[in-house]
């Protein structure tokens, strides 16, 4: 199948090379020309610009953006005049499930087609495929069918979960979550939990980590723990063995500085959980340490220590900065 790619920064470019090896045709094109060279070279029609893109396809066409979430409005502004009634346009970045729906509205207006496509796997994915999460139509679905599963894991990557009676595309590592921002939605959720699952991860190392006191007097090694619950353990996944290899390669975890970004799923995640009235204290907890961990509560911290010294005469060192 013939599918344009727009956008080859780290999850972009992995997904074209894994395209290209299951015997896809990829055109492909980013603002950053190097990126699209090295493409060139695997195989893939490297394009200049947008217009170059869509007129290297054949109608109808599947064109993919996997782009900040951002920016794809300011590129769907250049791309739209340039498409066809019956092609599809997927997204397969971090968007915001509302911008899904108001955008598939805009689209089935012009008789083009939209999909969303919640994408994890991360740098890895290349090698070990990707769990897709897809929303929109189901005949527009059906026919990125190849794209969804030479992108996606297969069936050996995990073992039928026993009891399961039945066996769909979930088997193979993509599913159809239902209509428009469904997929998005669903990886909106994933990422809040993989928010929670790495917040409890850090938070039991570093307990780790303090135990070496009067009190406790134990000197862990943080990284042989880490390798000691990747066996037979409850805590056992993907993501410890992630952890495993940091700790191995850095042990001290020097190379890092502990300034935790998010990327906006989280905070869509609960903003979700408020409107329904759904309790989610674990992935409120997780946001809001990744909030402090870039210095956001250092003037809450320092009110509470100026609180302490006024009705318990509490004396706290002082920072040397003036006010």
């Known amino acids: 199948m013939r599918i344009g790619m727009v956008g080859l920064g780290r999850m972009g470019n992995n997904m074209v090379q894994r395209l290209l090896h299951h015997g896809h045709q990829c055109a492909v094109y980013d603002v950053q020309a190097a990126a699209v060279e090295s493409l060139a070279g695997l195989g893939a029609r490297p394009c200049k610009s947008l217009p170059e893109l869509t007129e290297t396809l054949n109608t109808p066409r599947a064109i993919w953006l996997m782009l900040p979430a951002d920016v794809v409005d300011s590129v769907l502004s250049t791309l739209i005049p340039l498409l066809q009634p019956g092609d599809t346009v997927i997204d397969g970045g971090n968007t915001a499930y509302q911008d899904d729906v108001r955008r598939a509205a805009q689209l089935h207006d012009m008789g083009i087609h939209y999909v969303d496509v919640g994408t994890s796997g991360g740098i890895a994915g290349r090698e070990r495929g990707y769990c897709l999460m897809v929303g929109g139509q189901a005949d527009a679905v059906r026919h990125l069918d190849p794209i969804f599963r030479a992108l996606a894991p297969g069936v050996s990557a995990a073992s039928p979960t026993p009891g399961r009676r039945r066996q769909t595309t979930a088997d ?152």
């Not at 975890?253 to 300034?259: D, V």
Request: aromatic share 10%; with cysteine; hydrophobic share 40%.
């Open 172 to 323: 193979h590592g993509y599913l159809h979550c239902g209509p428009h921002g469904a997929g998005h939605f669903a990886k909106m959720v994933h990422n809040g939990i993989e928010y929670g699952m790495m917040a409890a991860y850090a938070e039991g190392m570093n307990l780790l980590h303090r135990a070496n006191t009067e009190q406790y007097q134990y000197d862990f090694d943080i990284a042989e723990i880490a390798e000691l619950w990747r066996r037979g353990s409850v805590v056992g996944s993907w993501l410890l063995d992630l952890t495993a290899q940091a700790l191995q390669a850095d042990p001290s975890l020097a190379l890092y500085k502990g300034n935790v970004a998010d990327s906006g799923e989280g905070r869509w995640a609960l903003a979700a959980a408020i409107e329904q009235g759904v309790p989610a204290p674990v992935l409120a907890a997780a946001l809001f340490s990744r909030f402090n961990s870039r210095g956001n509560a250092d003037y809450a911290n320092r009110l509470l220590s100026a609180m302490r010294g006024q009705f318990g005469g509490h004396v706290e060192g002082r920072t040397e900065e003036t006010p």
